[in-house]
C-alpha cells in the first residue's frame, strides 16, 4: 500500500505524516516494524560526508526491509522522505516488490514539492505515486476564508479560541506560512492563559495587533507607489508578477490597506497649515522616524518607507483612497466583488 502526501504547505504535511505514525503505532506499540528512509541529497544532509556511497547504503537497506519478513506478524510501516533525490532507484524498487498491492506494507512517501516541480525531477516516479489505488493528497498553502477557518480548528487543538476577525488580522500579518502561524498560534494562546481568571480568553484582533510583527514585503512598496502615481501600466505588471509568484491576492488586499492605513496614519501626523498650524502654503513639518514609530508603534524600517511614500499624497487623496477600500473590502466579503478583479481595478485606478 503507497501513500503519498507533496507539497508546498511543510506544516500540514508533517502534521498528516504523524497522524499517520500515531494511528500506526496505536496498533502497534512496539513499533519494530516501524522504518523511516531521508533521501535528502542537500548540501547539509546527512549524506554530506559519504555522498554517493551513503545513498547506495540506505537503498539497499531499504530493499532489505521490504523482502524481509517481520517476527511479529505484524505490517510494516515504512517511511521514505525525499524520494525524488534517487528517483530511478526508488522506482525501480516500487516496481520490483509491487508496493501498492502489497496489503503488509504501508510505504508513506512524503515529498516538498508541488506536481510541477516533482514532474520536472521525475515524470516516472511521480507518475507511479500518483496512480491509483494509492492514496494521494496535495497539501497547497491555503487562502482566503479556508485558512482563516483552518487558523480557528488550531486552535482549538491547543485548548485556545481565536475570533474569526483576529483569524483575518493574523493572516493579514503573518501571511499564510502554515509555520508561522502555528507558532504565532501558540504565542498568543499563551499570552490569553497568562492573564488574570475571568478575563476574556478568546484571542481578539487587540491581541494580534500587539503581539504579531506583520511581514514586511519590500515589493508591496513598490506597488503601492505605482497604484499612487496612477502609473497603470506598471502596477498592473507587478500585480500580475506578484500573482503569478503565487502569492495570495487576499494577502496582497490586505497587505495594500495595511500600507495606505499606515500612509494615512503618517500623513495624519504631520501638521500643515490646513490643519491650523501656520507655515508656508504647501509645506508640512519634516517627521522623524524615531518620532512616528513612538507615536505609532510601527516597525522603524516600515515607518521610514511609509515617510517617504506620505510625501508623494496629500490628506484627503489618502483619506478618499482608504474610503474606497474601504468599499472593496465589504464588497469581497459580501461576495459581490472577486478579490483578483479587485486588485486589477486597484491597480487601474
Known amino acids: 500500500m503507497i501513500i503519498f502526501l507533496y507539497g508546498k504547505d511543510g506544516y500540514r504535511l508533517k502534521q498528516n505524516l504523524e497522524k499517520i505514525i500515531a494511528e500506526y503505532k496505536k496498533k502497534h506499540e512496539n513499533g519494530l516494524a516501524f522504518y523511516v528512509f531521508d533521501f535528502d541529497l542537500s548540501p547539509h544532509s546527512k549524506f554530506e560526508c559519504g555522498g554517493v556511497e551513503d545513498t547506495r547504503n540506505e537503498i539497499e537497506k531499504f530493499d532489505n526491509v521490504l523482502k524481509t519478513v517481520g517476527f511479529f506478524d505484524e505490517k510494516k510501516l515504512i517511511v521514505i522522505k525525499d524520494a525524488f533525490g534517487v528517483a530511478d532507484k526508488i522506482a525501480g524498487l516500487v516496481k520490483k516488490w509491487d508496493l501498492a498491492g502489497d496489503k503488509e506494507k504501508i510505504v508513506v512517501f512524503v515529498e516538498n514539492g508541488t506536481e510541477a516541480e516533482l514532474n520536472k525531477r521525475s515524470k516516472k516516479l511521480f507518475s507511479l505515486l500518483e496512480t491509483k489505488p494509492n492514496i494521494v493528497k496535495e497539501f497547497a498553502p491555503l487562502t482566503g476564508k479556508r485558512l482563516e477557518d483552518w487558523i480557528v480548528k488550531e486552535a482549538e487543538l491547543i485548548d485556545a479560541r481565536i475570533e474569526p476577525a483576529a483569524a483575518r488580522k493574523l493572516v493579514e500579518y503573518a501571511g499564510n506560512d502554515s509555520w508561522r502561524l502555528s507558532v504565532e498560534l501558540e504565542k498568543l494562546a499563551n499570552y490569553k492563559m497568562s492573564l488574570p481568571p475571568h478575563s476574556c480568553m478568546s484571542v481578539g484582533e487587540a491581541d494580534v ?87 505609532t508603534g510601527m516597525n522603524p524600517f516600515v515607518v521610514r518607507k511609509t515617510l517617504e511614500q506620505s510625501r508623494k499624497y496629500e490628506l484627503e487623496e489618502l483619506k478618499q483612497k482608504f474610503t474606497r477600500l474601504a468599499d472593496y473590502d465589504i464588497a469581497i466579503k459580501n461576495g459581490s466583488l472577486d478579490i483578483v478583479d479587485c486588485l486589477y481595478q486597484i491597480a487601474l485606478g
Open 209 to 295: 495587533k500587539l503581539l504579531v510583527t506583520p511581514i514586511i514585503n519590500l515589493n508591496i512598496f513598490e506597488t503601492i507607489d505605482a497604484i499612487g502615481q496612477r502609473n497603470r501600466g506598471k502596477a498592473m505588471v507587478l500585480l500580475s508578477r506578484h500573482l503569478s509568484e503565487g502569492e495570495d491576492p487576499y494577502y496582497l488586499f490586505s497587505m495594500v490597506v495595511y500600507q495606505f492605513r499606515n500612509l494615512l496614519r503618517v500623513k495624519s501626523l504631520a501638521p500643515t497649515p490646513m490643519n491650523g498650524c501656520g507655515g508656508k502654503a504647501g509645506t508640512e513639518t519634516v517627521l522623524s522616524v524615531e518620532f512616528v514609530a513612538k507615536k
